[in-house]
């Protein structure tokens, strides 16, 4: 248990489809993450949120729509997404964005995304 | 861009032996982070360094901060079979990013 809870840890969607991911962290933190992993490559950031705003995005299709109401839940929104865009999904969260002693980030568990 | 190198790719070993991984940046980092990833799970936090020259254990598992700030390893001791995974290293730079390694995939023989 890492304080970082991802819903649902798998989904199966058309190309058609809408569908969200869903974050909560019980850390306190007030930075939050979406991640994209696929196999053999390293971890791509794809969106940065520090208290509720978007401070980073990393030229994500809009296909993706993240959404942050307050700084303990994270959404990712999907839509009209493609066979690509299968991968693992990783929220994590972080005390702050800036330097000091202590930031470190923190994983959720991951949501597996197939689109077919 | 920046890059971070980790290596090796993977490890074969048998229990009981050492493992030893490193990575390395081509600029300084403020933060060094090894996470362990388990197959189907998000990346699990083992050890974060945050002073140059700082050795931290956690267990059977010791990681160092490079004196450059350019690098860091991660070994771990006497290898059991519930030590197979991937091992990330993670870098916050001066400007505030993280970056991952590609990952070190170990498999340890009982």
């Known amino acids: 248990e890492t304080g970082v809870t991802q819903t649902p840890r798998h989904l199966v969607m058309g190309m058609t489809n809408k569908k969200s991911l869903k974050c909560e962290q019980h850390?306190?933190?007030?930075?939050m993450y979406w991640y994209k992993q696929s196999a053999k490559k390293p971890l791509e950031l794809m969106f940065v949120?520090?208290?509720?705003?978007?401070?980073e995005n990393n030229s994500v299709p809009s296909r993706f729509s993240p959404e942050c109401p307050n700084s303990s839940h994270l959404f990712l929104h999907l839509h009209t997404l493609q066979p690509e865009d299968s991968a693992l999904y990783l929220c994590?969260?972080?005390?702050?964005?800036?330097?000091?002693?202590?930031?470190?980030?923190?994983f959720g568990e991951g949501s597996w995304l197939t689109v077919v | 861009g920046q890059q971070l190198n980790q290596s090796p790719q993977s490890m074969f070993i048998q229990e009981g032996e050492d493992v030893s991984m490193n990575c390395t940046s081509s600029?300084?980092?403020?933060?060094w982070l090894w996470y362990k990833q388990d197959p189907g799970e998000g990346p699990v936090l083992l050890i974060a360094?945050?002073?140059?020259?700082e050795l931290t254990s956690n267990g059977r598992l010791t990681a160092q901060f490079g004196i450059t700030r350019k690098d860091s390893f991660l070994n771990i001791s006497a290898s059991i079979p519930s030590d197979v995974g991937i091992y990330f290293c993670?870098?916050?730079?001066?400007?505030?990013?993280?970056?991952f390694g590609t990952g070190t995939s170990l498999t340890v023989i009982p």
């Open positions: 993670a870098g916050q730079n001066t400007g505030n990013q993280f970056y």
């Open positions: 850390l306190g933190h007030n930075a």
């Open positions: 949120y520090s208290l509720e705003e978007r401070v």
């Open positions: 994590a969260s972080s005390r702050g964005t800036g330097l000091g002693s202590g930031n470190t980030i923190y």
């Open positions: 360094l945050y002073k140059a020259g």
């Open positions: 600029s300084i980092f403020n933060t």
